[in-house]
């Protein structure tokens, strides 16, 4: 192990809100760090752009984090660590090409037009609304959800429910461990229903086809499985997209030039989108977690041991061995394979909807209203401590 | 010289990140379960950049590329 000095405590804080943290900085010093993970339990941080890139496709690293004595994120809760739940493959490889499928590029391009239209509708509603508008409840939770909810077959409305229930099931300190088990209790009790509700009346949607694989084959995606892979969707639908385009919206009318540039052209979105993404102003590599199988041996000899808890960190979008200038916002990037959807097999299967999404709703939001601006002073926006992402609570927004 | 460039892609490897299809649509689609499929294994020359790109971004490089000589 190549740190011997007292673990730092991780994730890094934003301070101030809309600036890298300066921990990200001097990270890759060493190639591997020592951090304290909220539980309290340390974990090795991977930070170098070449090994985090190569140890995601390394299957000495196992996903199955429930595995003892893989180190905890929260004091309180188990997250996404499920020992009934395989993430390795080769079983986790066949599931995820069930839903894969239906997260393709060439399928989703055809969902392009309602993504645009949903848009349409919450921008329609800002305008008929008091302002300043808060956008993250105005548009960035709504837009994701609208069209997760589409895609799964959920009616929409049913996020008055789930939206509590999964703040509570993705708490790290947030919540007691009480309120933390009453919300995954919960989400447990909608997904049922939800899944029989679909048994009962299937549709054109995904989790009837989750359904059919289920009843057609239990050994290839049992009743818990299907559980797990209709919440995985659920979630992974739109928290991560709702929080970035909260994030990336408020970084970009921090830098009114890259606006104009955008305006001038939205050609240049989709690059705009991709450098916001590699920016990362609201995650962490918490998502990241492995479990070392076997001793490691990183590019500069280092060596992660067998048994260590290990984060590949997504701070490695800053390497400047591989991305010039790293802490400037350079939206015509081409070279820009940044570790924001991960690596490997385990790469983020909703990374087109999620694009797509960025894309639509940036476009969107700077066509629709010309003088659109923060409406406090970046100072004052605020991340609740507490919860698996870092995304602001409220983005206060006029146009 | 090499002037040509020869294109392969592993769909036994491709965990559907779609990357490829938005960095080389000439060259990339992708199959009814969203697997890279080849529209052009030997693309033209102003294909190349993107295609080197595509191969290099490839979370579980699942695409080759080689000079082939004209």
């Known amino acids: 192990m190549s740190s011997s000095s007292t673990p730092v405590s991780y994730p890094f804080a934003w301070d101030p809100p809309l600036a890298v943290p300066d921990r990200w900085r001097d990270l890759r010093d060493r190639s591997l760090v020592e951090v304290q993970l909220p539980s309290g339990d340390t974990a090795l941080l991977v930070t170098r752009y070449r090994d985090v890139r190569a140890l995601f496709s390394d299957r000495r690293l196992s996903r199955n984090t429930a595995r003892y004595p893989t180190s905890r994120i929260s004091p309180n809760n188990d997250l996404f660590g499920d020992p009934e739940i395989d993430s390795d493959p080769p079983r986790y490889l066949d599931e995820r090409a069930i839903v894969t499928r239906a997260f393709s590029a060439r399928r989703l391009e055809a969902l392009r037009p309602l993504v645009w239209q949903v848009a349409g509708e919450l921008m329609d509603a800002m305008d008929a609304g008091p302002r300043p508008a808060d956008l993250m409840e105005a548009f960035a939770f709504p837009l994701p959800i609208r069209i997760i909810c589409h895609m799964l077959g959920v009616p929409p409305g049913d996020n008055d429910r789930f939206r509590a229930l999964v703040d509570g099931f993705m708490s790290v300190t947030k919540m007691s461990a009480e309120d933390v088990e009453r919300c995954r209790a919960g989400l447990w009790s909608y997904l049922d229903e939800l899944i029989e509700a679909h048994r009962a009346a299937p549709g054109d949607d995904l989790i009837s086809e989750l359904i059919r694989v289920n009843t057609t084959d239990p050994n290839a995606l049992s009743d818990y499985q299907l559980q797990h892979w209709v919440r995985t969707l659920l979630i992974a639908g739109y928290v991560t997209t709702a929080s970035q385009i909260g994030t990336s919206m408020a970084v970009l009318l921090n830098q009114p030039h890259i606006v104009e540039e955008l305006r001038q052209d939205f050609s240049l979105v989709p690059g705009a989108v991709e450098e916001l993404l590699r920016f990362q102003l609201m995650g962490a590599s918490l998502g990241s977690l492995r479990y070392a199988l076997a001793d490691i041996e990183l590019s500069d000899g280092a060596v992660v041991p067998a048994g260590s808890t290990v984060m590949l960190s997504v701070e490695s979008n800053m390497d400047d061995t591989v991305f010039e200038n790293p802490f400037e916002l350079d939206i015509r990037r081409t070279e820009n394979h940044h570790m924001t959807f991960g690596s490997g097999i385990h790469y983020c299967a909703g990374a087109a909807l999620a694009r797509m999404e960025l894309q639509v709703s940036t476009e969107g939001l700077l066509r629709r209203y010309p003088k659109l601006r923060l409406a406090v002073p970046k100072e004052e926006l605020a991340r609740p401590a507490g919860g698996f992402l870092a995304a602001f609570s409220a983005v206060p927004v006029d146009w | ?70």
């Not at chain 2, 491709?14 to 000439?26: D, T």
């Open chain 2, 1 to 70: 010289m090499s002037t040509g460039i020869r294109v392969t892609a592993d769909a036994g490897r491709c965990v559907v990140s779609s990357l490829c299809v938005y960095r080389a649509p000439a060259v990339f689609d992708q199959d009814d379960d969203g697997h890279v499929t080849l529209l052009d294994p030997r693309p033209p020359v102003e294909h190349h950049e993107a295609v080197w790109r595509a191969a290099r971004g490839c979370p579980t490089r699942a695409i080759q590329v080689e000079f082939e000589p004209s």
